[in-house]
């Protein structure tokens, strides 16, 4: 290596060293200036909100605070007051299938005003109920809610094609009693059985003739609470 060249190399690597510790005294500088940046960028920008709650299965949860337990229930006794629930029931008016919906509202924590739409096909004749009941409670803790209710309607009669006759209406009172198991704060399985009479005439009998009927559902209620 000639004296010329050796002395370059040993100028560039003198360079080298010099520039070094300029650039590791800039770097702290830099970057105590960027964190300023962003501590004043965070203290200006607002709050991001909470994200919503997530079940385990990455689905958003309808209520957040079931998304971890999809089967608690909240402490106390249940809470009816300004509380929606629809029912869609199956179960038997006699010996016949019967078909129901069911549309509650609690105005208060023990009473609730339900009105009801429900089928009882059969094979001559097939009946369509339509009904306004209340139902009475007193608000238990845990799953197990039992009340007492009582209703109005009336039940069209219609003729089937094998017999050549008019729909008929008819008065229908019911009394009854049922039980809600509750699976979680907003939904219940609901088990009752009333007591339905029909009010009807015989053209070989004089005045109103009753006819009784015993009704047993099974539904489920759907719970959702109404702000006013």
């Not at 990455?58 to 402490?75: D, I, M, R």
């Not at 729909?167 to 039980?179: F, P, Q, R, Y």
């Not at 699976?183 to 005045?207: C, H, K, P």
Request: aromatic fraction near 8%; avoid cysteine.
């Amino acid at each position: 290596m000639t004296p010329v060249r050796a002395g370059m190399l040993a100028f560039v690597a003198s360079l080298a060293l010099a520039a070094a510790p300029a650039h590791a005294q800039d770097a702290p500088a830099d970057s105590a200036a960027g964190s300023e940046v962003a501590v004043g960028a965070e203290a200006a920008s607002p709050v991001a909100p909470a994200p919503p709650a997530h079940r385990r299965d990455g689905l958003e949860a309808l209520v957040p605070a079931l998304a971890e337990n999809a089967y608690t229930l909240e402490s106390g006794p249940r809470p009816f007051l300004d509380r929606l629930a629809v029912t869609p029931a199956f179960g038997a008016l006699g010996s016949e299938r019967l078909f129901a919906i069911r549309v509650a509202y609690n105005p208060n924590r023990w009473l609730g005003y339900e009105a009801e739409l429900a089928h009882n096909p059969s094979q001559a004749v097939h009946a369509i109920l339509h009904r306004l009941s209340i139902l009475v409670r007193r608000p238990l803790s845990g799953r197990l809610q039992p009340y007492v209710t009582a209703g109005y309607g009336m039940a069209v009669v219609l003729p089937g094609r094998s017999v050549n006759a008019d729909a008929v209406t008819k008065n229908m009172l019911a009394l009854g009693g049922g039980l809600e198991l509750y699976i979680r704060d907003d939904l219940a399985l609901r088990a009752e059985m009333r007591r339905s009479t029909v009010f009807g005439r015989q053209a070989n009998r004089e005045g109103l003739v009753a006819y009784d009927y015993a009704e047993q559902t099974l539904g489920l209620a759907f719970y959702r609470t109404i702000r006013p």
